[in-house]
Every structure is written in structure tokens, then in C-alpha cells.
């Protein structure tokens, strides 16, 4: 995708060889109002971009943690390499908890690490599987808008006139390498000339909605409407939403989604309203071994300063900073995510294809997963 019609992927490296390459990312801490890139020079750095969420988004901090096994091969020392590596993988794993993808990058720079014996070739494998899982990730995204377009169309034909779709959060191209998820069809829709508006929650405490979907959307030239969180179900009562299409950041085997705090509500306004509620995933974000979500899916608990202050742009200064909105002795918890039962989910939108949330259709995607 574009910023400035320029192109970025949300996390790269320069080509270069191993020991030498050096891995960039766009710190979205300061998007809109500012574009900064990030190099990230060491594990220790990678694990804090994904812990501080500088990235953020399931497939994309499956692509970063990748990138930090890399990072740490050039680390391990001569003697004791393989259980430095080990560390590594271990404190990758508890940097978001919640995002299946992640995990899974993991596991197969373990299977690269478990087939390594020389440790002069550790780079070098490392780096080679975090170019692989990165530029899988981007076609599978990729497929997601192709297999998703036909939906819209669909809808659109259906309507007659210009199609809403009401999303959550952002599942866009920020939130993976390239493309997006929720937003992949959106933009496949789009480019197709289909007439498309997105009503984009602001999605509190972090406002990704705001800061992201908007700025994605805007750089992309796609109308859409930002609104308040608590505002999609009074649209939906209203006729102004056709479709809901979010992400995900872990799917059980029985269809259950685990995604940002808020999306359950968004569920069931749309159910409430026979409203479409689709997830655009990839298989990636499947945990086949999970079978509910609600008691089998961890679900994050961020820090209270995230319900505390918002960042935001002093017109004046022309700075970014943080202002308190909460009494001083007020506590806070913050849940960075809800699950949504999979009889209030219509359909998952993959790499494969559609299916319905059911045990038996996502079955058929296991034999497909990376």
C-alpha cells in the first residue's frame, strides 16, 4: 500500500546478507501525524516494538517476531548458541500472548533452529524463513481481498447503491505486511470501481480505528466516515450498515474470534439487526487446537495508562502528546480483547476462501494451514 504515494510495506528488511541486513518498521505510535521509521537493531528491540505495540496486528507480529529470531541469531554467542536461541524464542512468545500467529512463527524458526548445526549458518536460516513467512503473509492477505470481492460485489448488486460496511479496529495493511484483512476486500472492491463507504469505530483505548483505519483509508482515497465506538449499533438500527467485516487475532477450530475489545458488541448489533458479520483471516490465525474460545483463548490485559491518556496533536505546538482524561485516583482494567461466539460470525473470509464459523467447514482449512 501507499503513504503519500509512496509504496511501504509495514515491516521490511534492506536485502542485504545475514549479519549485515538490517529490519525496518513503521512506528505506528505516531501515525497520522507523523510518519516514523524504526529500525529494529537488536531482540531486545523487536520484543518492545511488539510488547509496546510500536506494530501491532496478529499477522504482522508473527512477521516481526520471525524478524526477532533473526535478530537474535546475530546475537547468540559462540558457546551456548542453541539455548540463547531458545531464550529467544521464549521471551518472543510472551511479548502479546493473545495472537495466534505469532506462536506459529515461532514454531517454524524453532523447526530452522532444531535443523541447524553450524552456528555460522544460524543467520543466515533465520533470515531466510522471516523473508518466507513475511512474504506469505502478504500473498495470503492478498487472496483475502480476491476472495472477499465477490462478496461485495454481490451486496452491492444486491443494494443497488453505494455499499456500507462498518469495520473495527484496523485490519488493515498496518496490522499485517501488506494488504490488510478486514480492509484487503475493501480495497480489492474499491480498485474494482466498486462504490464503497466504510464506517470506521474509533476503536478506544488506543484508537486504531482512528489513527490507522482513517489514515489508510484516506492515503487510499476510499470514503469513509469516522464515528464513535458506541455508534454502529444506532446505524445498524437505522439501515446505514450492509455489511460488518473485522479481523482476527486467534480463531478457534469451532469458529469462535478472538479480536479487539469491542467486537462482541458489533456482533451482536449486527445479529440483532440481520445484519452480515463477517472475519477476514488467515488460516495462520486458526488455532486448530482450540476448540472454545471463551475459556481456552487467552485474552490480554493491558496497562491502565492506555485508559488514562490519549495521544493526540496540539494544533498549536505541532506536537504529539499525551494529556489525562480520568481523576487521578480512578482504576482502570483494560481487556485488549473480546470474544465473539461463532453463531453470531456468518462467515470467515480466507486465503481459501469463505466458510461458515462451524467445527465441520474449518476443519477442511487445516490441511492448508502454514
Given at each position: 500500500?501507499?503513504?503519500?504515494?509512496?509504496?511501504?510495506?509495514?515491516?521490511?528488511?534492506?536485502?542485504?546478507?545475514?549479519?549485515?541486513?538490517?529490519?525496518?518498521?513503521?512506528?505506528?505510535?505516531?501515525?497520522?501525524?507523523?510518519?516514523?521509521?524504526?529500525?529494529?537493531?537488536?531482540?531486545?528491540?523487536?520484543?518492545?516494538?511488539?510488547?509496546?505495540?510500536?506494530?501491532?496486528?496478529?499477522?504482522?507480529?508473527?512477521?516481526?517476531?520471525?524478524?526477532?529470531?533473526?535478530?537474535?541469531?546475530?546475537?547468540?554467542?559462540?558457546?551456548?548458541?542453541?539455548?540463547?536461541?531458545?531464550?529467544?524464542?521464549?521471551?518472543?512468545?510472551?511479548?502479546?500472548?493473545?495472537?495466534?500467529?505469532?506462536?506459529?512463527?515461532?514454531?517454524?524458526?524453532?523447526?530452522?533452529?532444531?535443523?541447524?548445526?553450524?552456528?555460522?549458518?544460524?543467520?543466515?536460516?533465520?533470515?531466510?524463513?522471516?523473508?518466507?513467512?513475511?512474504?506469505?503473509?502478504?500473498?495470503?492477505?492478498?487472496?483475502?481481498?480476491?476472495?472477499?470481492?465477490?462478496?461485495?460485489?454481490?451486496?452491492?448488486?444486491?443494494k443497488g447503491v453505494r455499499l456500507n460496511i462498518l469495520t473495527h479496529?484496523?485490519?488493515?495493511?498496518?496490522?499485517?505486511?501488506?494488504?490488510?484483512?478486514?480492509?484487503?476486500?475493501?480495497?480489492?472492491?474499491?480498485?474494482?470501481?466498486?462504490?464503497?463507504?466504510?464506517?470506521?469505530?474509533?476503536?478506544?483505548?488506543?484508537?486504531?480505528?482512528?489513527?490507522?483505519?482513517?489514515?489508510?483509508?484516506?492515503?487510499?482515497?476510499?470514503?469513509?466516515?469516522?464515528?464513535?465506538?458506541?455508534?454502529?449499533?444506532?446505524?445498524?438500527?437505522?439501515?446505514?450498515?450492509?455489511?460488518?467485516?473485522?479481523?482476527?487475532?486467534?480463531?478457534?477450530?469451532?469458529?469462535?474470534?478472538?479480536?479487539?475489545?469491542?467486537?462482541?458488541?458489533?456482533?451482536?448489533?449486527?445479529?440483532?439487526?440481520?445484519?452480515?458479520?463477517?472475519?477476514?483471516?488467515?488460516?495462520?490465525?486458526?488455532?486448530?487446537?482450540?476448540?472454545?474460545?471463551?475459556?481456552?483463548?487467552?485474552?490480554?490485559?493491558?496497562?491502565?495508562?492506555?485508559?488514562?491518556?490519549?495521544?493526540?496533536?496540539?494544533?498549536?505546538?505541532?506536537?504529539?502528546?499525551?494529556?489525562?482524561?480520568?481523576?487521578?485516583?480512578?482504576?482502570?482494567?483494560?481487556?485488549?480483547?473480546?470474544?465473539?461466539?461463532?453463531?453470531?460470525?456468518?462467515?470467515?473470509?480466507?486465503?481459501?476462501?469463505?466458510?461458515?464459523?462451524?467445527?465441520?467447514?474449518?476443519?477442511?482449512?487445516?490441511?492448508?494451514?502454514?
Amino acid at each position: 500500500m501507499k503513504i503519500q504515494n509512496k509504496h511501504y510495506t509495514s515491516i521490511w528488511d534492506d536485502g542485504a546478507a545475514p549479519a549485515s541486513a538490517r529490519v525496518y518498521i513503521i512506528d505506528q505510535r505516531w501515525l497520522p501525524h507523523r510518519l516514523e521509521i524504526e529500525e529494529l537493531d537488536s531482540l531486545e528491540a523487536c520484543i518492545r516494538a511488539i510488547r509496546e505495540m510500536h506494530l501491532r496486528g496478529a499477522p504482522l507480529i508473527g512477521a516481526a517476531a520471525a524478524y526477532g529470531m533473526y535478530l537474535a541469531a546475530l546475537e547468540a554467542p559462540a558457546e551456548g548458541w542453541r539455548a540463547f536461541m531458545r531464550e529467544a524464542a521464549a521471551q518472543l512468545l510472551q511479548a502479546r500472548p493473545t495472537a495466534v500467529d505469532l506462536a506459529k512463527a515461532i514454531r517454524e524458526q524453532t523447526i530452522v533452529l532444531q535443523k541447524t548445526n553450524d552456528r555460522g549458518q544460524l543467520a543466515l536460516r533465520h533470515l531466510a524463513k522471516a523473508r518466507e513467512i513475511a512474504a506469505t503473509s502478504k500473498e495470503q492477505c492478498r487472496l483475502i481481498g480476491q476472495h472477499g470481492l465477490p462478496l461485495l460485489q454481490a451486496l452491492s448488486e444486491k443494494k443497488g447503491v453505494r455499499l456500507n460496511i462498518l469495520t473495527h479496529c484496523n485490519a488493515g495493511w498496518l496490522a499485517c505486511v501488506d494488504y490488510g484483512t478486514a480492509l484487503a476486500p475493501i480495497y480489492a472492491a474499491f480498485d474494482s470501481g466498486l462504490d464503497v463507504h466504510v464506517y470506521v469505530d474509533e476503536t478506544r483505548p488506543r484508537n486504531q480505528g482512528a489513527r490507522l483505519t482513517a489514515f489508510e483509508l484516506a492515503e487510499h482515497g476510499i470514503p469513509h466516515t469516522l464515528i464513535a465506538d458506541n455508534t454502529g449499533g444506532h446505524l445498524m438500527q437505522h439501515g446505514m450498515v450492509d455489511l460488518v467485516l473485522v479481523g482476527s487475532d486467534r480463531t478457534t477450530r469451532t469458529g469462535d474470534v478472538a479480536n479487539k475489545i469491542g467486537t462482541y458488541l458489533k456482533a451482536l448489533a449486527a445479529h440483532d439487526n440481520g445484519i452480515p458479520f463477517y472475519v477476514a483471516l488467515p488460516t495462520s490465525s486458526i488455532d486448530f487446537k482450540l476448540t472454545d474460545g471463551l475459556s481456552q483463548i487467552p485474552i490480554e490485559k493491558r496497562g491502565e495508562e492506555e485508559i488514562h491518556y490519549l495521544y493526540g496533536l496540539n494544533e498549536k505546538s505541532g506536537q504529539v502528546e499525551r494529556i489525562r482524561i480520568s481523576p487521578a485516583n480512578s482504576p482502570a482494567a483494560n481487556y485488549a480483547f473480546d470474544i465473539t461466539p461463532a453463531r453470531l460470525v456468518t462467515g470467515l473470509i480466507t486465503e481459501h476462501g469463505i466458510c461458515k464459523a462451524t467445527e465441520e467447514e474449518i476443519s477442511k482449512l487445516e490441511n492448508h494451514r502454514p
